[in-house]
T-cell receptor, first 113, second 109 residues
Framework: DGGITQSPKYLFRKEGQNVTLSCEQN?????MYWYRQDPGQGLRLIYY???????QKGDIAEGYSVSREKKESFPLTVTSAQKNPTAFYLC????????????FGPGTRLTVL | GIQVEQSPPDLILQEGANSTLRCNFS?????LQWFHQNPWGQLINLFY???GTKQNGRLSATTVATERYSLLYISSSQTTDSGVYFC???????????FGTGTSLTVIP
């Protein structure tokens, strides 16, 4: 089946640790996105990538890093520099270098203990 | 960046009622989408509608790009329609999407 997968579904982290969230798509989409959602809030863009080996910062990139070595994969690392990382993280993809419809994965809930 | 405002923030309906959700945006856009977020957090794409009108079953949407707003209509609401509805826009300049803060809909039997 075509779609977007994110893993893990739930993630617990101790303060000071880096963690990497996985996002994979088999839709052959050019563009991929990472969003953060806090309780009762909308989605805010962390990073996006229109093509392989290229990515741009969104509104809240501080404390996060990404890579785009393969078209189907866009992992997000939450570093210890992120002051308040507990949130729901959503990955999305779209074709046409980001000018088409966005499709979302099921999300990862990160909790910092 | 572009401002996106959704109204109302919260809505409670009796099953079978109709409703209209609104999305206002502050600049010209070439991409507008409506999403439904279910209680498990999954975002489902409802409409890609940068302009015009579309219908899908009990749902329909209209975007008037020149006046910078979009409307989502839900008719004969069902309890499964409960959740949060988001509007997301992509301005003519740039590739970033901007989301509104959503409308939380509760449909009671």
């Amino acid at each position: 089946d075509g779609g977007i997968t994110q893993s893990p579904k739930y993630l617990f982290r101790k303060e000071g640790q880096n963690v990497t969230l996985s996002c994979e798509q088999n839709l052959n989409h050019d563009a991929m996105y990472w969003y953060r959602q806090d309780p009762g809030q909308g989605l805010r863009l962390i990073y996006y990538s229109q093509i392989v080996n290229d990515f741009q910062k969104g509104d809240i990139a501080e404390g996060y890093s990404v890579s785009r070595e393969k078209k189907e994969s866009f992992p997000l690392t939450v570093t210890s520099a992120q002051k308040n990382p507990t949130a729901f993280y959503l990955c999305a993809s779209s074709k046409d270098r980001g000018r088409g419809t966005q499709y979302f994965g099921p999300g990862t809930r990160l909790t910092v203990l | 960046g572009i401002q996106v405002e959704q109204s109302p923030p919260d809505l409670i309906l009796q099953e079978g009622a109709n409703s209209t959700l609104r999305c206002n945006f502050s600049d010209s856009v070439n991409n507008l989408q409506w999403f439904h977020q279910n209680p498990w957090g999954q975002l489902i794409n409802l409409f890609y509608i940068p302009s015009g009108t579309k219908q899908n079953g009990r749902l329909s949407a209209t975007t008037v790009a020149t006046e910078r707003y979009s409307l989502l209509y839900i008719s004969s609401s069902q309890t499964t329609d409960s959740g949060v509805y988001f509007c997301a826009v992509q301005p003519n300049t740039g590739n970033q999407f901007y989301f509104g803060t959503g409308t939380s809909l509760t449909v009671i039997p």
